[in-house]
Every structure is written in structure tokens, then in C-alpha cells.
């Protein structure tokens, strides 16, 4: 079992940055892939980026390349989501998630298995 906790989320200013934290339980972690996915109001969630298990697999949705970046630390059991150059349409709640490491997938939302209850992101313009 993992249990994810999500957090760095708030309102910010279109052009600002955010940095949102997600912190696993368990002593697995670094064998899990890591995903971000978020959900706006009246949509469905949907995949913002994902690393595989040793780091060396990213991926991401084209309306985030280039603005936003995944990184994990595996000794900190966190991963982490940096957000830079924020728009009004990136405001959502956004969700950290974790699935045993495989290699094909990585933007199912499907595939993982964990979930943490998300943390909002709020972007004025």
C-alpha cells in the first residue's frame, strides 16, 4: 500500500510559477512510476507528465512542454512538479500518482493504482 500526500498548491498570477510536492509512504517508492494528472471543473483528468521508476522514461502533455518538469527524489520518497509560466487554463486540481513500474502506458490514467486526494492550483489572469 502507498499513500500520497500532495501539496504547494495555491493561487497564483498568470506568467507566475508554483512548485507542487507529492510525499509517498512505504519503502518501495523508488520501484514505482510517478505521474501527475489534473482535473478543471466539469472536465475529465487528464495526464500532465510522468517519470518511470529510474527516472530515465518522461513524458508529458504537449500543453506543458517546455513549462513545466518532473523530478523525484527517491530518498525523499517525493516527487515533485515545478510549474513555470502558468496560465489561466492550467487552473485544476492536480493529482500525484503512483503504479509498480512497467514499461508501456505511462499517460493511462488507468495504470495507476494510487492516488493522493490532490492539491488546487489557481491561476488569475
Known amino acids: 500500500q502507498v499513500q500520497l500526500v500532495e501539496s504547494g498548491g495555491g493561487l497564483v498570477q498568470a506568467g507566475g510559477s508554483l512548485r507542487l510536492s507529492c510525499a509517498a509512504s512505504?519503502?518501495?517508492?523508488?520501484?514505482?512510476?510517478m505521474g501527475w494528472f489534473r482535473q478543471a471543473p466539469g472536465k475529465e483528468r487528464e495526464f500532465v507528465t510522468a517519470?518511470?521508476?529510474?527516472?530515465?522514461?518522461?513524458y508529458y502533455a504537449d500543453f506543458v512542454k517546455g513549462r513545466f518538469t518532473i523530478t523525484r527524489d527517491n530518498a525523499k520518497n517525493t516527487v515533485y512538479l515545478q510549474m513555470n509560466s502558468l496560465k489561466p487554463e492550467d487552473t485544476a486540481l492536480y493529482y500525484c500518482?503512483?503504479?509498480?513500474?512497467?514499461?508501456?502506458?505511462?499517460?493511462?490514467?488507468?495504470?495507476?493504482?494510487?492516488w493522493g486526494q490532490g492539491t488546487q492550483v489557481t491561476v488569475s489572469s
Open positions: 517519470m518511470s521508476w529510474s527516472g530515465g522514461e518522461l
Open positions: 500518482a503512483a503504479r509498480p513500474a512497467i514499461a508501456v502506458g505511462f499517460s493511462s490514467r488507468d495504470s495507476y493504482i494510487y
Open positions: 512505504g519503502r518501495t517508492f523508488g520501484t514505482y512510476d
